[in-house]
């Protein structure tokens, strides 16, 4: 009973204090507060590769006793930074992680310290994402699973203030062969700018490979209008797209 006690009782930051030196080095935050099973991390920091960042500024885990008791961390999340958020489960082992029914929603503004590319577009809009089931191992991209990101009213100041280009929608999954399969739609027909195709990521020799169709709407202003000429020859209103990129 003394020891069941202890472990019940055994301090969050124990617990942050391990990840990070034995899992997540570039794991930083403010203060953690809790036990193992109602953890709360406030201004977390993940350190990413080439100097990124991401930043969740309030962190909840409902962790399971009968998970940890074999081994596992298995923990409801609750994640919030500014005006995004994300829900789901997830399970920490000794030979990797999952993570399952994940649904959010991130404002793109905040995902500048992640995606430098996004600030210099000056993009715009929210992010909905739906993940059933994402699994990996550490250290690594997701080698399993699906993953659906939609992305309502998107802007590119850069291009023109305050104009929507349209609603887009991108569903992820991944191959036996641990390669990355991707599908992007236009969801609304009176998008300014719409575009469609498939993807294809290649972990080995880390290249983006997109074959698909944009086109734009009459009413689409010039600034918009003008996209089309950068992504291929124009026939027929339309532009063949046929993109290869190392990564």
């Known amino acids: 009973m003394f020891i069941a006690t202890l472990v019940i009782r055994f301090p969050a ?20 507060s809790g036990t ?22 309030d962190l909840e885990l409902d962790t399971s006793l009968p ?25 920490l082992g000794l030979n ?28 715009r809009g929210d ?8 699994s990996g191992d550490y ?16 802007q590119l100041g850069v291009i023109i203030d305050r104009q929507h280009f349209g609603t ?12 990355y399969i991707a599908e992007l739609d236009t969801l609304y027909n009176e998008s300014l700018f719409i575009i469609e195709g498939d993807g294809l990521y290649n972990p080995t020799d880390k290249t983006i490979n997109f074959k698909g169709q944009a086109w734009v709407s009459e009413n689409t202003p010039d600034e918009i209008k003008g996209l089309l000429s950068l992504l291929g020859e124009i026939r027929d209103g339309r532009v063949l797209i046929d993109w290869q990129q190392a990564m």
């Open 168 to 179: 887009y929608t991108l569903s992820v999954s991944t191959n036996e062969y641990a390669a």
């Open 67 to 91: 998970a940890v008791l074999t081994g596992q961390i298995s923990s409801v999340l609750n994640a919030s930074s500014q005006d995004s958020f994300i829900n789901g489960k997830i399970k």
């Open 96 to 123: 990797g992680w999952s993570l399952s029914d994940l649904s959010g929603e991130i404002k793109l503004a905040n995902l500048y310290t992640v995606i430098p590319e996004l600030e210099l577009l000056e993009a």
């Open 127 to 134: 992010l909905n994402i739906s993940a059933p089931s994402l």
């Open 13 to 32: 930051v124990k617990v942050a204090e391990l990840i990070q030196e034995n899992v997540l080095s570039g794991m930083h935050w403010q203060s953690v």
């Open 139 to 154: 250290h690594a991209l997701p080698n399993s699973g699906f993953v659906t990101i939609t992305i309502n009213g998107l």
């Open 36 to 57: 193992v099973f109602d953890a709360y991390i406030e201004g977390l920091v993940l350190s990413l590769q080439n100097n990124r960042e991401l930043y969740i500024e």
